[in-house]
């Protein structure tokens, strides 16, 4: 057999490594001229940067929402007029004070009255006494009052609206009138109705807690027949404070 010449079989190494180096480049993919890969070079630090300062903006926004909240500081305030008396609740409620009695509703408004008067084992019996709805001996002054305030009409039970959104369903808060729980309520693709026991004399102060923020920030809004009233924009835990007044 004939063998190769050391000039040949030097050809043929170098048509093997020049074979190998082929397939490589075309596994890699074509070479980028230099000007162009420098450029992308210097051009991932300020897309780094630019994310860093998106995500830091994003995170500072959170931060100080609620303190640069563009809600209106005069939407602060429910009025209750005569427009948003319920005759019949106002009728049964006017009956179980005569009666010497008191639900809920009648609880939450004597509240205010009862810290002001009792202090020490007075106002701990008449706490008791309201979370039982019952009228007891040391609340029965307070109970007779409210029944003539009723009489002359400057007490009454009066409707609050929940405005609804469907943007933000499944968003809910908690409210407190005057310190006492109200409940969970939450914000619905239709508006609905809260009653509350407030007399002509006395500005409540609801607090209004964020619960679920399912769908983003929460804007809780009510109105009545001639006010209209919105939160700041409240994430879960936050808080905003309304007055309630009759007028």
Request: hydrophobic share 40%.
């Amino acid at each position: 057999m004939a063998r190769a010449s050391p000039s040949n079989r030097r050809r043929a190494k170098s048509r093997i490594h020049a074979s190998v180096y082929t397939d490589l480049k075309d596994v890699a993919g074509p070479r980028l001229p230099g000007s162009q890969k420098s450029g992308n070079l210097r051009l991932l630090p300020w897309l780094s940067g630019a994310a860093l300062v998106c995500a830091i903006g994003y995170l500072i926004a959170l931060a100080t929402r609620d303190k640069f909240d563009d809600s209106d500081p005069a939407k602060k305030t429910l009025e209750l007029t005569d427009q948003d008396i319920d005759p019949e609740t106002t009728l049964v409620e006017k009956s179980l004070l005569r009666q010497g009695q008191i639900d809920a509703r009648l609880a939450i408004a004597l509240w205010p009255d009862i810290k002001k008067q009792l202090s020490g084992e007075g106002l701990r019996l008449a706490q008791q006494a309201l979370q039982e709805n019952k009228v007891v001996p040391i609340l029965e002054p307070l109970a007779k009052e409210w029944a003539n305030d009723f009489d002359a009409g400057k007490a009454a039970a009066f409707v609050i609206w929940i405005v609804e959104d469907e943007s933000q369903k499944g968003n809910a808060v908690e409210l407190q009138l005057n310190g006492i729980p109200l409940g969970k309520y939450t914000i619905e693709p239709s508006r609905y109705a809260i009653i509350v026991v407030e007399r002509s004399d006395l500005t409540s102060r609801l607090e209004i807690k964020g619960v679920s923020d399912s769908n983003g920030s929460i804007v809780f809004r009510a109105e009545t027949a001639t006010s209209e009233a919105e939160t700041r924009h409240l994430s879960r835990g936050k808080s905003d404070f309304w007055q309630i007044s009759v007028r």
